[in-house]
Each structure stands twice: as C-alpha cells, then as structure tokens.
C-alpha cells in the first residue's frame, strides 16, 4: 500500500509511522502542516526548517502546508492537500498517530473516507503507558518541547522520554502521550533515523496564547552521524 504520514515530529506520530514501516507498506510522504499565523509546526511549535532535517534524518520526502486556524477552514486545506498528493502520486492510505480521542478517529474516518482513502491507525486502543515503553524500548529519543503551565513546571520542558519521566507522569495522574494536549514532543533519534539530530541551542519561553503554555524554542540544530 501507497501511504502518506500526517506527521507532526513528535512521539506518537514517529512510533505509528515505524509500525507501517514494519509492517512493509510504502511510505511516500510525510505531510506536515503549518500554521498561517506563526510560520511553525501546528500545534507542536516546531520550526520549518527543523522538521525538514527531520525528514532528511529520517530519508522520508516531507511536504509541507500552511493552515488556517479555524478547524473549517483547516479541513478544506488538509482535504485539498491530501487529494493533490493522492491523484499525483496515487496513494491507497494516510496514517495517523492517533490513541484513543474518539473525536479525533472519528474525524478522521470521515475525512478519509469523504477523499476516497485508507486511514491507518497503528496505535489505537493501545494503553497509553505501553504506547511509551514501545517508543522506549525500540530506541527512540525525544525532548518535551511544549507543555501546558497550569500542569507543569518550566525544567518540565527539555527533559527526554524515559522510565524516570513516565514514572513521573503517572504520579501526576496525567496521561503518560500528552494525548489532550498536555505537552507534546520532538523526536531526534531512532531506529529510522539515519543521522541523529543535535539540538545545540535551545529557550525556555513562556506562551499566553490561547491558554499559558512553556515552549521550548529550538534555535541551533545539526544533523550528526550516529
């Protein structure tokens, strides 16, 4: 199967991505989408250019779409997006990093299903704490690049996923994959990353956006042989 990747370059997204890997389906594209307003990664914040030497990492093309806010708006975008890529390159499927929001499998059944393609959802209905020791045990490295204020301190940001962090997660009763929104993650070394990427210089910001969130801003980074 043809497949493209709605990526994000966080956890949950590179650990489904791996799972079709594995299960040896063709992986074209890894389509990320970005937000009109800020020129970054929706929702995990993410410069441009630091998720295209994630791609190049990786050895999967990238495309990338900027988005509006409004989720009206953001669906005609992601259905004009996808629908390009699918007649061009004649894709069957798109993968998701999804875990158990109904509302967000439920959307994108209907999306998929509306532009005549098979979602894949490697991830769901898995318990979340054994979707983190998989992303664990298989060899991937990545650092929490954004969190919700009201839930965590600043030292929060920047600290790796581990036993220690899932230990701590679980004692805050907060879901150990972040998936409401709690923090979110960059991904910088694994088992299909050909190099790995160094993050030299980084900033611990505090946002007051839509709700008070710490960001960690990533302003020098380098791909490194592994």
């Not at 030292?155 to 150990?176: A, S």
Request: glycine share 6%; aromatic share 14%; net charge negative.
């Amino acid at each position: 199967m043809k497949i493209i990747y709605s990526w994000s370059g966080g956890k949950d997204s590179c650990l489904a991505l791996y799972k079709t890997i594995i299960a040896e389906h063709n992986i074209f594209f890894l389509l990320n989408f970005i937000s009109e307003e800020y020129k970054r990664c929706c929702f995990h914040g993410i410069s441009t250019e630091l998720m295209k030497l994630q791609s190049d990492a990786i050895g999967i093309p990238i495309i990338q779409k900027e988005v509006p806010a409004d989720m009206e708006k953001y669906e005609t975008e992601f259905k004009s997006a996808v629908i390009e890529i699918k007649n061009r390159y004649k894709i069957d499927g798109m993968g998701f990093g999804d875990i158990y929001l109904q509302e967000h499998k439920s959307w994108v059944e209907r999306v998929c299903n509306e532009i005549g393609i098979i979602p894949i959802e490697p991830l769901w209905n898995i318990n979340p704490v054994d979707v983190i020791k998989e992303f664990i045990n298989f060899g991937f490295k990545a650092k929490i690049v954004s969190a919700k204020a009201d839930l965590f301190p600043e030292d929060f940001l920047g600290k790796d996923i581990d036993y220690k962090l899932l230990e701590y997660l679980l004692m805050r009763k907060v879901c150990p994959c972040g998936e409401n929104g709690e923090f979110h993650t960059f991904v910088y070394d694994g088992p299909i990353f050909k190099k790995c990427i160094n993050l030299i210089e980084t900033e611990k910001i505090l946002k007051d956006n839509y709700w008070k969130h710490w960001f960690l801003d990533i302003k020098k980074f380098e791909l490194i042989d592994k």
